[in-house]
T-cell receptor
Framework: GAVVSQHPSWVICKSGTSVKIECRSL??????MFWYRQFPKQSLMLMAT?????????EQGVEKDKFLINHASLTLSTLTVTSAHPEDSSFYIC???????????FGPGTRLTVT | QQQVKQSPQSLIVQKGGISIINCAYE??????FPWYQQFPGKGPALLIA?????SEKKEGRFTISFNKSAKQFSLHIMDSQPGDSATYFC??????????????FGTGTRLQVTL
């Protein structure tokens, strides 16, 4: 199957700082990528849809000024958590669909801990 | 509605037994039903998927049964092994031409396979 990578795999930051998470599709181009967050023992919650060359679309209740998304190229999307607070601590996962296909491939996730 | 209901929430099966996880959906426009396997601290991995034009799909020890009239689908894991212990998510998607399609996830089932 296709490979999606994320970097970093885990990060610890202090409250008030910003953190950038990268999502890359390694062997295919992805005009769209999805960003999820997952709390312990819960399902994945879609945060936003990242679109190459255009603005991201955010799900209801997700603060777009806090979670900045940039889809810089056909293989890279970044999520920046700005002015992070302890309640932003979570597992962030990206996914990328194969264009025109049903399959979506997930990255390994990034564990963010805000102290 | 976009909801996908999944049960049970948790499941304990003895090694060699059959694990069965059920999902039900409401939106008849869904046309792709994947199952994802997630280990702790990892991203979900596509396990097996089915389209509504078939009633069953088997890949190794994993089988999806699909009942279109009842709007239900299930995952069967035959000869369950301790290495199958993970969280399983069902999902549903409607493929749109020319635009990315969002997955709708079930709430997840934590499977534990005991020796």
């Amino acid at each position: 199957g296709a490979v999606v990578s994320q970097h970093p795999s885990w990060v610890i930051c202090k409250s008030g700082t910003s953190v950038k998470i990268e999502c890359r599709s390694l062997d295919f181009q992805a005009t769209t990528m999805f960003w999820y967050r997952q709390f312990p023992k819960q399902s994945l919650m879609l945060m936003a849809t990242s679109n190459e060359g255009s603005k991201a679309t955010y799900e209801q209740g997700v603060e777009k000024d806090k979670f900045l998304i940039n889809h810089a190229s056909l293989t890279l999307s970044t999520l920046t958590v700005t002015s992070a607070h302890p309640e932003d601590s979570s597992f962030y996962i990206c996914s990328a669909p194969m264009l025109g296909a049903y399959e979506q491939y997930f990255g390994p996730g990034t564990r963010l801990t805000v102290t | 509605q976009q909801q996908v209901k999944q049960s049970p929430q948790s499941l304990i099966v003895q090694k060699g037994g059959i694990s069965i996880i059920n999902c039900a959906y409401e939106n008849t426009a869904f046309d792709y039903f994947p199952w994802y396997q997630q280990f702790p601290g990892k991203g979900p991995a596509l396990l097996i998927a089915i389209r509504p034009d078939v009633s069953e799909k088997k890949e190794g020890r994993f089988t999806i049964s699909f009942n279109k009239s009842a709007k239900q689908f299930s995952l069967h894991i035959m000869d369950s092994q301790p290495g199958d212990s993970a969280t399983y998510f069902c999902a549903a998607l409607r493929l749109y031409t020319g635009t990315a399609s969002k997955l709708t996830f079930g709430t997840g089932t934590r499977l534990q396979v005991t020796l």
